[in-house]
């Protein structure tokens, strides 16, 4: 999920150096969004982990 956010990232960069700000802006929003995921998925992921199991 880190991962592609950082791809969305890097394409969001390229394309407002090249003066595509729609697509950058979009490219942006979506890398933080997944940004955003990728951190709740790890936390819900390390705290699941260290459940006692039965």
């Known amino acids: 999920m880190i991962s592609w956010a950082v791809t969305f990232l890097i394409i969001g960069i390229i394309a407002a150096l090249l003066g595509f700000s ?8 979506i890398a933080w969004i997944l940004f955003v995921v990728g951190l709740v998925l790890a936390l819900v992921f390390f705290l699941m982990g260290r459940r006692p199991r039965i």
């Open 22 to 29: 729609g697509i950058a802006g979009a490219a942006t929003n």
